[in-house]
């Protein structure tokens, strides 16, 4: 049986992994609504503090549902093992803090969702933490005078949110393993079945499953995934290596062995910090998996579609993404992913009042803070999700003022395309 699930394909593993009954068990993952778990003595209990033996004693560690989730991502990316959190904020955050320390140092693109650049230009600077970034088109050696003796990852998302840039993997990963860090790569737009950023190089991924995971706008929540593939024994990262106090002097490294990091982010950051995925999360996170591929596919066809149609619409200036043949981003789209997803942006000639005004006079799609759903959504980024960051700050993560992002749905094409052709035609 497990020599049949090695070779599932991604669509296989997100209907199948994670959960499999036994005889008379639930068809379906059950939601195992429970803080605690019972067990027969104090040296059962005890085993579990010394981190002895596996098992779940406490839902903010570990929880039987959220447990399924995560082995399923992990199968799905061909990681060792993942760890959910509550939302991809915290999964971006964790991902750094399971590494870095104050003092030390991380290099990330410039090209990010706004919720993690602020993180990374304001918080983790607070926490001692220093970020520097790069433009990600810079040529290896260019990025490489960014690194210094303490810096301890390099970040990029696959996918930029929303500038639309295809991250060039295999540079990523060269310059990150010449510097003796982790790659670490946000795969939240091209999701698992588009994208899978191990077998290009990297070694931490984290996800927002917030978004294409769930899929359907229900639930909040993160995702860790470790390759296994990285080396912490090389002087660099002492917190994986040197014996932890909080656990009797454990050894990630030795205890753990090539689970070491996803190891330690669960039962000392997430132990400490308290930012655990919800049962109830998931589940709903989990069932949108199982359609994931199914999904991707007509997102990726719609907003292809869609992207085509206004390209040659005289009401637009311009239109991004990577999935359109000609675009700057074709190739690497074509190189590194199945599809272009679901996301893209355009300018309205007019600039910044046309493309409010246009977005007002939509009537299928709904202007909301989000992307990556089964409904099509637009959302201003300048004026809204990257309004903290200053005009040049913008630019440089690909937000001009003029660019509206469009989060294609599942919905009939002709439908879509009828909306956006109305509200352009004024
Ligand atoms: C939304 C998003 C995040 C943050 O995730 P939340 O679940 O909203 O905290 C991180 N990265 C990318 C690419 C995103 O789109």
Known sequence: MDDIRKNWRVETKGVQEGWTPKSGEPRVLPIVQSTTYKYDTAADIAALFDLAVPGHMYSRISNPTVEAFEQKVASMEGGVGALAASSGQTASAM????????????????????????LFRH??????????FVDQELSADEMAKAFRPNTKALFGES?????????D???FAEVAHRNGVPFIVDNTFPTPFLCNPIALGADIVVHSTTKYIDGHATSVGGMIIDSGKFNWNNGKFPGLVDPDPSYHGLSYTETFGAAAYIVKARVQLVRDLGCYMSPMNAFLSNKGLETLHLRMERHSNNALALATFLQQHEKVSWVKYPGLPGSPEFDRCRKYLKAGSGVFTFGVKGGKDAGEAFMNRLKLAAIVVHVADVRTCVLHPSSMTHRQLNEEEQIAAGVSPDLVRVSVGIEHIDDIIADFDQALNV
Not at 123 to 132: A, H, N, S, W, Y
Not at 159 to 167: E, R, T
Request: charged share 10%; net charge negative.
């Open 95 to 118: 991902s750094i803090l399971n590494l870095a320390q104050a003092g030390d140092h991380v290099v990330a693109s410039s090209s990010l969702y706004g919720g993690t650049y602020n």
């Open 123 to 132: 918080t983790l600077p607070k926490m001692g933490i220093e970020v520097t």
């Open 159 to 167: 996918l930029g949110n929303p500038s639309m840039q295809v991250l």
């Open 169 to 171: 993997f295999e540079k």
